[in-house]
DNA sequence: ATAAAAACGATAATCACTATCGTTTTTATT
DNA sequence: AATAAAAACGATAGTGATTATCGTTTTTAT
């Protein structure tokens, strides 16, 4: 009833994410797919994005704050954000499965998984905190 | 320098906030604090809960779609959140510390702590959907 | 080659939230 | 109690991310 159509802005919004580990903004996707198809639209890469998530070629990242992040990797994985400069990364530590039955305990609901959300500082701003004078 | 002063708004939202375990938005609890103060304004509310935040007398859970939600425990504790409804509970699980040591390893950045989110089916809806007829 | 419908680009609308600003409250000091 | 500085207010405009609308263009099965 729905079949989905091809189309090459959907496709170049695929290449662009694949290999990528910084979990880009839907803007920050828009920005550099407009190098290619200069007169794409912001409506049409939020499309996208959501159509890819929702056939699962790609998933989306909740909980950071201000805009949603897109992630090419779909396996269930943990991510890190950095308080000083917001950015995104993976974590490689396999999800705790274990968490869900703890939670479940004593919980009338059920539990089906958990997102996890790790924060503190990258190590790109740890280098550039101690390059900085302390602040009087 | 920046001395608080009494408000009886921010006492409201205050008192309508302590002892509940439904993490209400913004715009539910200016819903509900209108009937005591009906010309407030919602950037009071708005104002109100931030600096409640900052001064640590609520805290405000992110994580969840749309609309950010407050509660009035400030001790660190897990969130679960329904996949039908999108209702807010709390979670009476410790939070696990190693969780952060693990994720530490191979990671250049510092970790200083987590948020986690579970999700599945509150058991307001598992009754309901075992009351609603199998969709054709 | 045709035509149905999926996808497009442009743009308006929505939603949660923040900022501005003139007025009202609070509160420390007379 | 009167005063006055500043915190907080209500109304409202503005912002940023995202979604919806709509007439046009592409895709694709026939």
Known sequence: MKAMKYS??????????EGRTDHPTADMIYMNIRKLYPNISL???YRNLSLLVSIG??????????????????KPHYHFVCRECG??????LEPVKALDGLAAEGFDGSIEGHTTLFYGTCSECK???LDKPIAL
Chains 1, 2 share one sequence.
């Open 43 to 45: 409506g049409t890469v």
């Open 57 to 74: 070629e790609i998933s989306k990242i909740a909980g950071t704050d201000g805009a949603e992040r897109f992630d090419p990797n779909t």
């Open 87 to 92: 950015c995104v990364q993976d974590i490689s």
């Open 8 to 17: 090459r802005q959907r496709e170049s919004i695929k290449e662009f994410l």
């Open 127 to 129: 280098k550039k905190l």
